[in-house]
């Protein structure tokens, strides 16, 4: 039981706010590409992100490791892209550092995305059962690297209206 729920609610319930978040991230990031603000779409995405990372300490484990360290980092990555957005209203330097936050937050949640498909969809996992197979590290790759792209376009574009 976690919260009072068996273990497959509570993982299904954090894996649909996981995929809330991702959704919502990618349309806030599409939006800051086009220079786009969409403060609705932008709070869903931080909230659910953040509540992806708290509920994954949740989790039963007998040690602290990769998936708590993400979560840390998360949530601090988190932290400064609030402080930007609703502490600083995105003023001077405040504007790409919360561009910056804000896709790394979504990134590592995409990551974490492809962590569990390797690990739960039969196919993928066929082709890498141990997580460090070359399919694997190429998803992964290929991941960054589109994250890395969209991260520059979203910082060079988006000049929201104060």
């Not at 991230?25 to 992806?52: K, P, S, Y």
């Not at 937050?105 to 492809?114: E, I, K, P, Q």
Request: aromatic fraction near 12%; proline fraction near 5%.
């Amino acid at each position: 039981m976690i919260l009072g729920m068996s273990v497959g609610t509570f993982t299904t319930l954090h894996v649909i706010i996981s995929l809330i978040g991702i959704l919502a991230g990618l349309v806030a990031l599409f939006a800051m590409i086009a220079n786009r603000r969409l403060d609705g779409v932008t709070a869903l995405f931080l909230v659910t992100t953040v509540l992806t990372s708290v509920t994954g300490f949740f989790f039963h484990s007998k040690a602290i490791g990769p998936p708590h360290i993400v979560g840390v980092i998360s949530l601090v990555d988190l932290a400064i892209a609030l402080w930007a957005l609703y502490g600083r209203r995105l003023a001077g330097a405040w504007r790409p550092a919360y561009v910056v936050t804000a896709v790394v937050a979504l990134y590592f949640n995409c990551f974490v995305g492809v962590v569990q498909a390797f690990a739960k969809l039969p196919a993928l996992n066929a082709l890498a059962p141990k997580g460090t197979e070359p399919p694997f590290v190429a998803a992964q790759g290929v991941t960054l690297l589109v994250f890395v792209l969209l991260g520059y376009l979203a910082v060079r574009r988006y000049r929201p209206a104060s």
